[in-house]
T-cell receptor
């Protein structure tokens, strides 16, 4: 049973436009969410996180929105750049940021076209 | 530079052989983890260790073993009991909880 779902395997956007990556979860106990970015043949790199006590967190071009009632979060990248082309993983945990176990989605491949 | 080193980058083994994947970190992190990634799949937790000489099974521990004799090192052995060992293996560490810092992975191919 997949508890973290990224239903879009891929997304293509033009440079300078907004990229919106979506993530849904089924476990209502999840209270801490993270986004990771992964280039081919490399390990994932942490991007941004959000606690369930917030509905938005922003870091430069990256903003994560959390809708707890819908069990949905999204990552917005504005403006998108070709270097943002990568696989983006959504992850969730129970117990805030102190929990050691993360549950990952399958990832969304973002392609930003020049 | 602080980081996580996984070696080798590519590893080939014959079916029925055990193989050990290396993971070393110089970040002084207490916790270390092993994840597995298959094509089109998310990362799945194999084992994790919160402290030296202690480790716990993750979601897919069957056919794998680990040790944590030193804070810096968390080797993973893929045994012949693992039914589908061919995968991309990622080691990670954290000071405690999230976020995790990942190595660049080892791609294991078993034929």
């Amino acid at each position: 049973d997949q508890q973290v779902k990224q239903n879009s395997p891929s997304l293509s956007v033009q440079e300078g436009r907004i990229s919106i990556l979506n993530c849904d979860y089924t476990n209502s106990m999840f209270d801490y969410f993270l986004w990771y970015k992964k280039y081919p043949a490399e390990g994932p790199t942490f991007l941004i996180s959000i606690s369930s006590i917030k509905d938005k967190n922003e870091d430069g071009r990256f903003t994560v929105f959390l809708n707890k009632s819908a069990k949905h979060l999204s990552l917005h990248i504005v403006p998108s750049q070709p270097g943002d082309s990568a696989v983006y993983f959504c992850a969730a945990s129970v117990g805030g940021g102190s929990n050691y176990k993360l549950t990952f989605g399958k990832g969304t491949l973002l392609t930003v076209n020049p | 530079d602080g980081g996580i080193t996984q070696s080798p980058k590519y590893l080939f083994r014959k079916e029925g052989q055990n193989v050990t994947l290396s993971c070393e970190q110089n970040l002084n992190h207490d916790a270390m983890y092993w994840y597995r990634q298959d094509p089109g799949q998310g990362l799945r937790l194999i084992y994790y260790s919160q402290i030296v000489n202690d480790f716990q099974k993750g979601d897919i521990a069957e056919g794998y073993s680990v040790s944590r004799e030193k804070k810096e090192s968390f080797p993973l052995t893929v045994t012949s009991a693992q039914k589908n060992p061919t995968a991309f293996y990622l080691c990670a560490s954290s000071p405690g909880g999230t976020p995790l810092h990942f190595g660049n992975g080892t791609r294991l191919t078993v034929t």
